[in-house]
């Protein structure tokens, strides 16, 4: 997947809104990885509803380990 070499190259470039893209991409699709990175690219931290919204698209896809991870993150921005 090319999305992953992309956030480098977005970032160089300073194309936050393709950065935004990926971000949304991964919640929509359930990538842990990708929306972590893509967020950072960003300067933003993801909050409870995109972990929520992850979980859900990640559970959907059979990708439990990163359901289990965004229910975790999601948990945690819970209790901040």
């Keep these: 997947d090319r999305r992953v070499e992309a956030l480098a190259f977005f970032a160089k470039a300073g194309a936050q809104d393709k950065l935004a893209e990926l971000r949304d991409h991964a919640i929509e699709t359930g990538d842990v990885f990708l929306l972590r990175e893509s967020a950072a690219r960003l300067g933003e931290t993801p909050g409870v509803e995109a972990w929520r ?18 229910r975790r993150q999601m948990a945690a921005g819970e209790g901040a």
């Design 53 to 70: 919204r992850l979980a859900e698209a990640a559970a959907a896809a059979g990708k439990e380990s990163c359901a289990v991870e965004a």
